[in-house]
């Protein structure tokens, strides 16, 4: 059978992450969070003392920084210039710069680049999450997904995520969450949008367990 592509985007906390590992887990496809390669690029912008928010100096460095990432769902891996990224990637700090460096122009180009050449070397099929991917990375997708869940419950989930000194209360959450949504969302390049044929899924009732069932359900019926 030819290899399945599933895109799975939406706002951040709506389960985007959880579902897209566990429904690649159970048919036996690649994962790739794209939203981790724009945390990356951002810890290398931040570590090498490039200012996130002068376009042009991060414009400029976008292509330095080699960025590799695992697709194995079991055990996904994210690297930069060889060092392992997957802790850094998930500090506040990270979190509150990669909105400004993925709105850059040149930076999107360099990672969606990346992005369609991972899909397409994927033998069995992707699963792949995250803001653009059925609008622009992957237009031609078999099945495109679009979750969506109330600020309340996403930010529940966030601060559920969070650990030790970085817990933030609800409210603090909530408003970080809402204040990245609206600038992915209003960026010129690529914004955060439902494509006209994804299929909605609005995950604020549901258990997770619901949410895989109702994806591979759907994969199952776009194959
Ligand atoms: O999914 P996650 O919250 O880790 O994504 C981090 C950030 O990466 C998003 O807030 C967004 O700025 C950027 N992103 C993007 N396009 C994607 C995935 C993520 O611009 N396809």
Redesign the pocket.
Known sequence: PAAVIVAI?G???TG??STSKAVAAKLGLGYL???????AI?WWMLSNGIDVNDATAVADASAKPVIVSGTDPAAPTITVDGLDAAGP??TQEV?SA??A???VPEV?TL?TDL?RSIAAEAPDGIV??????GI??LPDADLKVFLTASPEARAARRSGELKGKEASDLAATREALIK??A??SG?KT?P?AKADDAVEVDTTELTLEQVIECVVTLIEGAG
């Open positions: 985007d706002p951040a906390g985007k992450s969070d794209t939203g981790a390669q724009y945390r951002t990637i998930r979190t990669v909105s460096v993925s709105a999107r990672i992005q792949v999450e995250g803001r653009d991917i622009t990375v990245r949504d600038a992915d960026r690529s955060l």
